[in-house]
């Protein structure tokens, strides 16, 4: 049931969906609302916890080029903000990040996650262990979106304003496959849930 948001101004909101509206125009309120990452637009936000109960940690993505990772069951009584678990530095990107994809399923203590950046990068990193243990820098424009094919598989799916749609094999740190065919700048990719080796993009134009 849980909805989390995030996006303009940095803003970052978590809803229970399950929860009743508590007000006359039915609509529902979040339960924790704040302010991160400078104040900068957030690109992603994903909740990393287990699913039947309530989320324990969620990681987000900025403008500013950083990752922070949140703690949802500790929040200061004075400010209602969670406590930031941990937070990238340059070290990651040295540009603003627009796609943040978490691999499944994601719910444990070593998760590892995919970033792409405005510095033409895509960064493969593990909380708690190392940022970006492996780089791909096969795009030569901004990186828009990124997508783990599933749990068990290696693949990583990236689109870029460079117009390549590319398939990257994290096991053996390499582009497989690629194609300059679908959009001329690619800005959005997802993979289909029910056939292994199908993905639909989209363009802004």
């Known amino acids: ?14 809803w229970d969906s399950s929860a009743k509206a508590q007000n006359q125009s039915n609509s529902l309120d979040p339960i924790l609302c704040w302010k991160a990452h400078a104040g900068r637009w957030i690109a992603e936000a994903r909740l990393v916890g287990c699913p039947q109960e309530r989320p324990s940690r969620l990681l987000t993505a900025g403008n500013v080029g950083t990752v922070c990772l949140w703690d949802l069951t500790n929040v200061s009584v004075n400010h209602a903000v969670p406590r ?6 340059k070290e990651l990107h040295t540009s603003g990040i627009f796609a943040l994809d978490v691999r499944p399923p994601g719910w444990g203590q070593n998760v590892t996650f995919a970033t792409a950046s405005k510095d033409k990068t895509i960064k493969i990193s593990t909380v708690g262990d ?24 290696p693949l ?9 749609v590319a398939l990257h094999d994290i096991g053996s740190h390499r582009v497989v496959a690629e194609s300059s065919q679908a959009h001329v700048r690619p800005h959005s990719i997802v993979w289909d849930p029910l056939h292994e080796y199908q993905f639909m993009t989209g363009t802004q134009h």
């Open 156 to 164: 990583l799916a990236s689109v870029a304003d460079d117009g390549l």
């Open 1 to 14: 049931p849980w909805i989390v948001g995030a996006g303009k101004a940095g803003v970052i909101a978590l």
């Open 84 to 89: 930031p678990l941990m937070q990238s530095g």
């Open 130 to 153: 190392s940022y970006g243990w492996w780089t791909s820098h096969h795009h030569s424009a901004k990186v828009g979106d990124v997508r783990f094919r599933g749990p068990d598989s």
